[in-house]
C-alpha cells in the first residue's frame, strides 16, 4: 500500500515520500519499517521523535516533532480509522446461496448477496444486494435485511425484524425475541403477546450476544447510526436516536426512549417509560431512574477503595438518615448554647 | 375478529356492538376504526373519551366515560394480554422434522412436535407432543422436552436436562452448561465436574441469551411459572419459586433460593448460598448479600444525577467515615460546653 | 467404583475399607450407602457423625468425629473436585467428522478430533488431536483449536482466533467479534476497524454466552488456565493473567491489564486502559476506575436493605456535600462558642 494512497483514503495531508510502502498498521511504541502509526492521545506523544515508522498520523500541531513520513489531519484517529479500512481482510466468499444452507423457496436472495452453510432463512425474508449472512445464522419469516448489510455468524432475527443497509450484526445478537410482558391472574403470570417488530435502520451496529426484543403493538426501533457494543439488553418498545453509542453490560427497559448522539457507558442501567434528551451522556455503572431532559453527564456509580476502608462506609452509608439526625441534633443544640450566651 | 368473541376470549363483559369486526390491536392514542385499545394507566384516561377505537377494554369505572363499545374488566390489562392472543399468528410449522434437522435415531421425536431445519436432536432426546424445536437448535443426549413447549431459534439445552410443557426458550438461551466450580491447587484451578442437571417445571419462560447453569450434584430448579428476562445469569443449584418473574441483566449466584411470587428487577445481583422468602421484590440494580427472610421490597440501587454533583457526593461516601468522626468530635465539644456552662 | 481406586485418583490417605463400591457423590445431609460425599465447610461439620454415606473426604482434624471410611486430605474440596472426575460420563462421540458437519476442504481436522453435527469450519482452521467441536459451532477461518479442547455447542470463534490446548468453551461463547472502534466524523462515527485477534492460552475456561473482542491493532489475550463463568464481556485488547478468575456478568473494558491470580466476583465491572496488580480481589459489584497497585480486597457494592430505608440513605447520598458543610458550619460556631468563652 502506497502511502499516497494511504492519505488519499484518510482525507490526510501528506508530509515526505507518498511512494513509501506501508504493509501493516502497528502502535506508535512498536511500530517499525513497513508500519504506520497514530497519535492522538497526550500520553503517547513521547514516543514519536523516536518512532521507526515509516509513517505516522498526527495532527498540525505534532508536525514539528515528527522525523519520518507523516499524515496530517486534524483528528488523527479518524484518519486511523479510514487507513486501517485499507488494511481489512473481509474474508468475503462468492456471491450465492451456500449448500448446506436452508433457503425457503419463498425468500427473495438477491443474487449478489452472501447466505454460508448453516444458516436457515424463512419464507418472505428478502435479503438484499450484497447482503452476507454468514455461517448458522437464523433469518426468519417476512424478515427484510437491507443492502450491504452483515450478519456475522450465529446470529437469530426474527420473524418480521427489519434490518437497513450497512448494518453489521455480530455473533449471538438476538434481533425480535419476545418483550418481557406478563399480566398477574391473581395467581399466575399469563403471557402478554408481543405483536410488534424491530426496525433497525441504516448503518446500525449491534455486539455480540446484545438482545433487542420486539415491541408489544409498536416496533422497537434503533435509529441511523445507533452502534451498540456486546451484551446489552434493549427492551421492548425502546427507541435508540441516531447516532447514540451505547457500550456493554448496559440494560434498557421497555419503553424508554434515548435521544441522538447519547453515550451510555459500560454497566448502565435505564428504567422504563422514560427518555433522554439529545446529547445526554451517562458514565458507567449508574442508574437512571428519570427522564433526563437536558443534555449534560449524568452519574451514580462508585469506585472501588481498599475493601475495609469500604466496609466502614458501606455501613455509614445505611445509617446516613441517623447521621442527618444527628446533625440537626446539634445544630439545636448549638443554636441553644447561643441563644442561652446572648440571653445570659 | 367479532368483538363479542373478543369479550369471551378475554372474559369481559360486552357493552356496546359484539357484531364489530375488530382487525388489530393499537394503543389508546392512536387507535382507530377497525382496532381495539385499552386503559390501565391512569394518565391515559384522558384519551378514553375523544377515541376512535372501535372498542376500548376499560375497568368499570371508567365505563362512564368511554363513547365507544367497550370490554369492562376488572384487571384491564390481563383482558389485553388475552384478546392480543387471539391476533397472534405462530407461523408454526406442520408436524415432523425437516430433512435439514439431524435427529439421532435413538432419540424419540412425538410424530405431533415440529423440528426445524439446522436443529440437532441426540440420542435419548424425548421431545414431546406439539413440541416446537426452531431452527438452529440444540437438544443434548437424553433431555426431555415436555408437551407443547417451544425453542423459539438457537437455543442450546445439553445433556439430561428436563423441560416441562407449555415452557417458552427464546434464541440464544443455554440451559446446562457447566456451573463455575473451581479447587485451587495451591498454583492452580482445578475443574470440579458439574454432574446435577437442570430442571425446568411447566410454564417457565427464559428470555434471549440467558444462561442456566446445571448443578454440581444436585439439579438447579425453575419451578414452575417462573419467568426470566433477556440476559440473566443463573448460576449452579440455585432454586427459583413458582410464578417469580426476574428482569433483565439479573445475575444469581450458585445455590442461592428464591422463593415463590418473588420479583426482581433489571441488573439485580444476588450472592451465592442465601435465602429469599417468598413474595420479596428487590428493585433495579441492588446487589442482595444475605438471606431476605421477611416478605417485602429491598433496594440498593442508587439514581444517576449531574455528574458534577455526583463527583462530589462519590467523594464523600468514601470519607463518610471521617464524616462520623467529626460528628462524635463536635458532639463531645457540644457537651463539654453544656457542662462547663452548668458547672460554670 | 472401589473406594481405593477414588482414594488414589484423590491424592487422599485412605481410612477403612477400600474395597467398598462407590456408586455416586452426594451431599454430606443427604449421602447413604453407596454414595460418597465430602466435609470442607464447617457449618456442615453436624452432619459428619451420623452420615450413613460409605465414604467421606474429610481433613485431618475430622477424622476423629467420622465413623464411616474417610478419604483424608489437605483441601477435602480439591479432593471432592478429582473424585467427581472419575464419575464424568463425558458422551464423546467417536471421532471424525459428522455428514451434517461442513469442514471446509482446506481446514485441518486431526483424525483423532470430533466435529458434530451442525458445525461450519471454514478455510485455513486447524483442529487439534482430541480437540472436540460440538454442535452448531462455527470455526473461522485460520483459527487453531489447540489438542483436547473442545467446544460444547452454539460456540462461535471467528477468524484467525488461536485457541490453546484443554480449553472448554461452552455454549453461546463468541470469540474475536469486534472490539467496539468508533471514531466521531463531526456527525456520524465511523467504524475503527479491528485488526488485531484473540489468543487463549492453555487451559483456559470460557463460560456461556461470554463474548471476547478480538484487539484493535493487537491481540486480546487470555493467559495460561485463566477461568471466566459466564455473561463476561472482554473488550478489545484486554489481557488476562494466568489463574485468573471471573464471576459473571463482569464486563472489562478495552486495554485493560488484569494479573495473575485475581479474582473479580460477580457483576464487576472494570474501566479501559487500567492495570490490576497480581492477586487483587475485587468483591461483587464493584467498579473499579483506576489501577490497582497493590494486592489486596477492593469493593464499592452496596447491599439491599428495606425501600423505605433505602430511599431515605439515597436521598441523603445526594446531598452528602451539603451534609459535610453542615459540619463545617457547625465545627465554626463550636469553635467560636469556645473562643467566646475563653476570652469573655
Same mark, same amino acid.
Given at each position: 500500500?502506497?502511502?499516497?494512497?494511504?492519505?488519499?483514503?484518510?482525507?490526510?495531508?501528506?508530509?515526505?515520500?507518498?511512494?513509501?510502502?506501508?504493509?501493516?498498521?502497528?502502535?506508535?511504541?512498536?511500530?517499525?519499517?513497513?508500519?504506520?502509526?497514530?497519535?492522538?492521545?497526550?500520553?503517547?506523544?513521547?514516543?514519536?521523535?523516536?518512532?521507526?515508522?515509516?509513517?505516522?498520523?498526527?495532527?498540525?500541531?505534532?508536525?514539528?516533532?515528527?522525523?519520518?513520513?507523516?499524515?496530517?489531519?486534524?483528528?488523527?484517529?479518524?484518519?486511523?480509522?479510514?487507513?486501517?479500512?485499507?488494511?481489512?481482510?473481509?474474508?468475503?466468499?462468492?456471491?450465492?446461496?451456500?449448500?448446506?444452507?436452508?433457503?425457503?423457496?419463498?425468500?427473495?436472495?438477491?443474487?449478489?448477496?452472501?447466505?454460508?452453510?448453516?444458516?436457515?432463512? #424463512? %419464507?418472505?425474508?428478502? @435479503?438484499?444486494?450484497?447482503?452476507? *449472512? !454468514?455461517? &448458522?445464522c437464523v433469518v426468519g419469516r417476512? /424478515?427484510?435485511?437491507g443492502d450491504d448489510s452483515r450478519?456475522?455468524?450465529?446470529?437469530?432475527?426474527?420473524?418480521?425484524?427489519?434490518?437497513?443497509?450497512?448494518?453489521?450484526?455480530?455473533?449471538?445478537?438476538?434481533?425480535?425475541?419476545?418483550?418481557?410482558?406478563?399480566?398477574?391472574?391473581?395467581?399466575?403470570?399469563?403471557?402478554?403477546?408481543?405483536?410488534?417488530?424491530?426496525?433497525?435502520?441504516?448503518?446500525?451496529?449491534?455486539?455480540?450476544?446484545?438482545?433487542?426484543?420486539?415491541?408489544?403493538?409498536?416496533?422497537?426501533?434503533?435509529?441511523?447510526?445507533?452502534?451498540?457494543?456486546?451484551?446489552?439488553?434493549?427492551?421492548?418498545?425502546?427507541?435508540?436516536?441516531?447516532?447514540?453509542?451505547? #457500550? %456493554?453490560?448496559?440494560? @434498557?427497559?421497555?419503553?424508554?426512549? *434515548? !435521544?441522538? &448522539?447519547?453515550?451510555?457507558?459500560?454497566? /448502565?442501567?435505564?428504567?422504563?417509560?422514560?427518555?433522554?434528551?439529545?446529547?445526554?451522556?451517562?458514565?458507567?455503572?449508574?442508574?437512571?431512574?428519570?427522564?433526563?431532559?437536558?443534555?449534560?453527564?449524568?452519574?451514580?456509580?462508585?469506585?472501588?477503595?481498599?475493601?475495609?476502608?469500604?466496609?466502614?462506609?458501606?455501613?455509614?452509608?445505611?445509617?446516613?438518615?441517623?447521621?442527618?439526625?444527628?446533625?440537626?441534633?446539634?445544630?439545636?443544640?448549638?443554636?441553644?448554647?447561643?441563644?442561652?450566651?446572648?440571653?445570659?
Amino acid at each position: 500500500m502506497r502511502l499516497a494512497d494511504l492519505a488519499a483514503a484518510a482525507g490526510a495531508e501528506l508530509h515526505g515520500d507518498g511512494e513509501v510502502v506501508i504493509k501493516e498498521p502497528e502502535t506508535l511504541q512498536q511500530a517499525g519499517p513497513g508500519q504506520i502509526a497514530f497519535l492522538s492521545n497526550p500520553r503517547y506523544r513521547k514516543y514519536l521523535a523516536q518512532t521507526r515508522a515509516s509513517a505516522v498520523i498526527i495532527s498540525p500541531k505534532d508536525l514539528e516533532h515528527c522525523f519520518t513520513n507523516a499524515l496530517v489531519a486534524d483528528d488523527p484517529y479518524l484518519a486511523w480509522a479510514r487507513v486501517l479500512r485499507c488494511f481489512v481482510e473481509e474474508g468475503r466468499p462468492p456471491a450465492g446461496v451456500h449448500p448446506a444452507a436452508v433457503v425457503d423457496p419463498a425468500a427473495q436472495v438477491d443474487e449478489s448477496a452472501v447466505v454460508e452453510a448453516g444458516s436457515v432463512v #424463512a %419464507a418472505g425474508a428478502r @435479503i438484499g444486494a450484497n447482503a452476507w *449472512i !454468514g455461517p &448458522n445464522c437464523v433469518v426468519g419469516r417476512d /424478515v427484510v435485511i437491507g443492502d450491504d448489510s452483515r450478519l456475522v455468524a450465529s446470529v437469530t432475527v426474527l420473524d418480521r425484524v427489519r434490518i437497513g443497509c450497512r448494518c453489521l450484526l455480530h455473533p449471538g445478537v438476538v434481533v425480535g425475541s419476545d418483550g418481557f410482558g406478563l399480566a398477574r391472574n391473581g395467581e399466575r403470570w399469563e403471557k402478554v403477546p408481543q405483536l410488534g417488530s424491530v426496525i433497525l435502520e441504516d448503518e446500525v451496529e449491534v455486539g455480540a450476544n446484545t438482545t433487542i426484543d420486539r415491541g408489544a403493538v409498536h416496533d422497537t426501533i434503533l435509529r441511523r447510526g445507533a452502534k451498540l457494543d456486546n451484551l446489552i439488553q434493549v427492551a421492548h418498545n425502546v427507541e435508540i436516536g441516531e447516532n447514540t453509542a451505547i #457500550a %456493554a453490560c448496559t440494560g @434498557i427497559s421497555g419503553s424508554t426512549r *434515548i !435521544g441522538a &448522539n447519547c453515550t451510555l457507558a459500560g454497566g /448502565v442501567g435505564l428504567v422504563g417509560h422514560i427518555e433522554l434528551a439529545d446529547n445526554v451522556h451517562v458514565t458507567g455503572f449508574s442508574m437512571v431512574t428519570h427522564s433526563l431532559k437536558e443534555p449534560g453527564v449524568y452519574s451514580s456509580g462508585l469506585a472501588a477503595v481498599p475493601h475495609d476502608q469500604w466496609k466502614r462506609s458501606a455501613v455509614r452509608v445505611k445509617r446516613l438518615e441517623e447521621m442527618a439526625r444527628k446533625i440537626r441534633e446539634l445544630e439545636k443544640r448549638v443554636e441553644q448554647l447561643r441563644e442561652e450566651k446572648k440571653t445570659g
